[in-house]
């Protein structure tokens, strides 16, 4: 299903196929650095890089993890990244990768450059070797230690590889060009000097790869054919083929960077360090938290794999940059819960309706439908009895001709049930109602084909029978930050904007009996009210449920 979307990015795909390039075969990968959980964004290029080798035919995609950095990476990182690729339904090739596994070979290749006078060890700081840098328009300094033998670089290469020097001593630098306009071709660093164990190669390593001088030759040695990322990489081009240059072996893949612009969601932070930042400072509860913009976040949140995939369709492959409205993500959750989540009645801020002329202690089991968006979901059956639930503000003593719910002497219908009419209203000392009666009409109810089923009324409401509802606790979200762009003042720090009403909690929710039947993770449509998910920490003793999405979009102007 080529056809089904295109972009320059599948375009240009299409017309290597044809022209035989590389044989016709195709591999791509996906690279996330372990160094926190999967973003919305992460989840973009995911649908990309995976999505493309479903796509295509002789196509597949390596998941390669970029740990290159022992300060932050962490196997828990790796674990959670490939929890959520899988849960987004996609597979990578084979086992996943670690760039890790090419520190031999990338050390090696480092000693050949050093060996064509190709790159030098630096004795300066990295502050002094950044104050040569010089400026886009005017040439940097070189190193005084750019033209040291070959010999002494090899040696001190060797020492700093063995841990003979402090971190910040030294660097291995590629001698290219320190006046190339390209700012990324002057002396770029190949290795710096870091003194922690990695994950991985344990204290195996003293010095860690750069990412330029990782990437391309990883790319390489798994024989991957297109390296999409993100547009900020564009300038690193270059120095990306400049690498491949030294070491690529003509007869080999040799692979190709192709850069499409990243994914902005507005109201939100999608930077790891900053997603770090609110998980430490406990002003979320963990990554997966329902409000961080994390796949795991998502999940918990209610969202499906299907409406993050028709997310990044929708959003598409282009080279422009723009911010995305989270509204868009919404839709699409809105829209795949529709089809699929089963609709059930849930009543969030509860007061008692007793039916003055129901029988006491009776009780009835009525049909009520699943989903009617999905004929295949067929029906179960809530209890019905004498004291109900209703919403606390679906009632009115008095009200407008525009409220459509119950109000004294005026009718409604119950969902599944009975056509009812407010009678009166029990309220305590200060005023407050606590308590409403009403009458009901037996032979109103619901797919009964009686005339008075079919009586026309304003408003429908949902309801759950007092003696057979299950108490629960709902978490209902808005947005984590209250400003559109929360990290575009780099001078103001991004918590400032946090929105301090992004939880609330509610306990002493009624729902029908049915939903103890569930499991976490399942989703529902809470009848008028939104879409919910079971909480992980849910059981059936203390039963939890978040709110996923309103059933309307409530920011629409
Ligand atoms: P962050 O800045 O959040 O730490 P990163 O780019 O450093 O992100 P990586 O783990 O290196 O994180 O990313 C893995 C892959 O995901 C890269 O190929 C990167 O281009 C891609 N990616 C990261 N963020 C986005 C985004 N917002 N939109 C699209 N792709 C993204
Ligand atoms: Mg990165
Ligand atoms: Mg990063």
């Given at each position: 299903?080529?056809?089904?979307?295109?972009?320059?990015?599948?375009?240009?795909?299409?017309?290597?196929?044809?022209?035989?390039?590389?044989?016709?075969?195709?591999?791509?990968?996906?690279?996330?650095?372990?160094?926190?959980?999967?973003?919305?964004?992460?989840?973009?290029?995911?649908?990309?890089?995976?999505?493309?080798?479903?796509e295509f035919e002789n196509a597949g995609t390596n998941l390669r993890f970029d740990d290159t950095n022992p300060t932050k990476e962490d196997q828990e990182y790796v674990d959670a990244i490939k929890e959520d690729i899988e849960w987004l339904g996609f597979n990578w090739v084979g086992e996943p990768k670690f760039t890790s596994d090419y520190f031999d070979q990338l050390y090696a290749w480092a000693v050949q450059l050093i060996k064509e006078g190709k790159a030098y060890v630096d004795d300066q700081d990295a502050n002094t070797i950044a104050s040569q840098k010089?400026?886009?328009?005017?040439?940097?300094?070189?190193?005084p230690f750019r033209e040291r033998s070959i010999e002494e670089s090899l040696e001190l290469f060797e020492g700093m590889k063995e841990g003979k020097f402090d971190e910040g001593t030294r660097v291995l630098r590629a001698k290219i060009d320190m006046a190339n306009a390209n700012m990324h071709l002057r002396d770029p660093f190949l290795y710096r000097i870091i003194k922690k164990a990695h994950h991985r190669t344990g204290t195996t390593w003293s010095i860690y790869p750069m990412y330029d001088w990782a990437h391309g030759q990883s790319d390489y040695i798994e024989g991957i054919t297109n390296s999409l990322c993100t547009t900020e990489f564009e300038v690193h081009r270059p120095l990306y083929n400049w690498f491949l240059d030294q070491v690529a072996d003509k007869d080999k893949v040799r692979p190709e960077q192709t850069?499409?612009?990243?994914?902005?969601?507005?109201?939100?932070?999608?930077?790891?360090?900053?997603?770090?930042?609110?998980?430490?400072?406990?002003?979320?509860?963990?990554?997966?938290?329902?409000?961080?913009?994390?796949v795991s976040g998502l999940r918990r949140r209610g969202y499906t794999p299907t409406s993050i995939r028709n997310f990044a369709e929708t959003v598409g492959i282009t080279k422009r940059d723009n911010v995305i409205d989270v509204s868009l993500l919404e839709f699409a959750v809105r829209q795949d819960l529709n089809k699929t989540a089963p609709r059930v009645m849930a009543v969030l801020d509860p007061i008692k309706l007793v039916i003055d002329n129901y029988e006491e202690g009776a009780e009835e089991w009525l049909e009520a439908e699943n989903n009617p968006e999905d004929e295949n979901s067929g029906s179960r059956k809530v209890p019905f009895s004498k004291v109900l639930y209703i919403e606390k503000d679906d009632f009115k003593e008095e009200a407008n001709r525009k409220f459509f719910r119950l109000t004294l002497g005026k009718e409604v219908r119950l969902k599944n049930a009975y056509i009812i009419k407010g009678e009166s209203c029990v309220k305590d000392e200060d005023g407050n109602i606590t308590e409403i009666h009403c009458t009901y009409d037996p032979l109103s109810r619901s797919g009964s084909g009686t005339e008075e089923s079919k009586r026309k009324v304003k408003g429908t409401l949902h309801w759950v029978s007092a003696a057979h509802a299950v108490d629960a606790k709902v978490n209902l979200y808005d947005r984590l930050f209250s400003d559109e762009a929360p990290d575009a003042d780099k001078e103001k720090d991004f918590k400032e904007f946090l929105n301090p009403n992004s939880l609330e909690m509610i306990e002493g929710c009624k729902v029908e009996p049915s939903l103890l039947d569930n499991t976490a993770g399942d989703n529902f449509q809470f009848q008028r009210l939104g879409y919910f998910i079971l909480d992980k920490e849910s059981t059936p003793e203390n039963m939890i449920f978040n709110k996923t999405v309103g059933l309307k979009d409530s920011w629409a102007k």
């Amino acid at each position: 299903n080529i056809e089904k979307r295109m972009d320059f990015i599948r375009e240009k795909i299409t017309e290597e196929v044809k022209s035989d390039k590389n044989g016709g075969k195709l591999l791509f990968r996906f690279p996330p650095e372990p160094n926190g959980y999967l973003h919305i964004g992460h989840a973009k290029s995911i649908c990309l890089n995976f999505g493309l080798s479903q796509e295509f035919e002789n196509a597949g995609t390596n998941l390669r993890f970029d740990d290159t950095n022992p300060t932050k990476e962490d196997q828990e990182y790796v674990d959670a990244i490939k929890e959520d690729i899988e849960w987004l339904g996609f597979n990578w090739v084979g086992e996943p990768k670690f760039t890790s596994d090419y520190f031999d070979q990338l050390y090696a290749w480092a000693v050949q450059l050093i060996k064509e006078g190709k790159a030098y060890v630096d004795d300066q700081d990295a502050n002094t070797i950044a104050s040569q840098k010089g400026t886009p328009t005017t040439p940097g300094t070189n190193s005084p230690f750019r033209e040291r033998s070959i010999e002494e670089s090899l040696e001190l290469f060797e020492g700093m590889k063995e841990g003979k020097f402090d971190e910040g001593t030294r660097v291995l630098r590629a001698k290219i060009d320190m006046a190339n306009a390209n700012m990324h071709l002057r002396d770029p660093f190949l290795y710096r000097i870091i003194k922690k164990a990695h994950h991985r190669t344990g204290t195996t390593w003293s010095i860690y790869p750069m990412y330029d001088w990782a990437h391309g030759q990883s790319d390489y040695i798994e024989g991957i054919t297109n390296s999409l990322c993100t547009t900020e990489f564009e300038v690193h081009r270059p120095l990306y083929n400049w690498f491949l240059d030294q070491v690529a072996d003509k007869d080999k893949v040799r692979p190709e960077q192709t850069e499409f612009s990243r994914l902005n969601l507005n109201y939100t932070v999608m930077s790891k360090r900053k997603l770090l930042q609110l998980v430490e400072e406990g002003v979320v509860n963990g990554w997966d938290d329902p409000r961080m913009p994390t796949v795991s976040g998502l999940r918990r949140r209610g969202y499906t794999p299907t409406s993050i995939r028709n997310f990044a369709e929708t959003v598409g492959i282009t080279k422009r940059d723009n911010v995305i409205d989270v509204s868009l993500l919404e839709f699409a959750v809105r829209q795949d819960l529709n089809k699929t989540a089963p609709r059930v009645m849930a009543v969030l801020d509860p007061i008692k309706l007793v039916i003055d002329n129901y029988e006491e202690g009776a009780e009835e089991w009525l049909e009520a439908e699943n989903n009617p968006e999905d004929e295949n979901s067929g029906s179960r059956k809530v209890p019905f009895s004498k004291v109900l639930y209703i919403e606390k503000d679906d009632f009115k003593e008095e009200a407008n001709r525009k409220f459509f719910r119950l109000t004294l002497g005026k009718e409604v219908r119950l969902k599944n049930a009975y056509i009812i009419k407010g009678e009166s209203c029990v309220k305590d000392e200060d005023g407050n109602i606590t308590e409403i009666h009403c009458t009901y009409d037996p032979l109103s109810r619901s797919g009964s084909g009686t005339e008075e089923s079919k009586r026309k009324v304003k408003g429908t409401l949902h309801w759950v029978s007092a003696a057979h509802a299950v108490d629960a606790k709902v978490n209902l979200y808005d947005r984590l930050f209250s400003d559109e762009a929360p990290d575009a003042d780099k001078e103001k720090d991004f918590k400032e904007f946090l929105n301090p009403n992004s939880l609330e909690m509610i306990e002493g929710c009624k729902v029908e009996p049915s939903l103890l039947d569930n499991t976490a993770g399942d989703n529902f449509q809470f009848q008028r009210l939104g879409y919910f998910i079971l909480d992980k920490e849910s059981t059936p003793e203390n039963m939890i449920f978040n709110k996923t999405v309103g059933l309307k979009d409530s920011w629409a102007k």
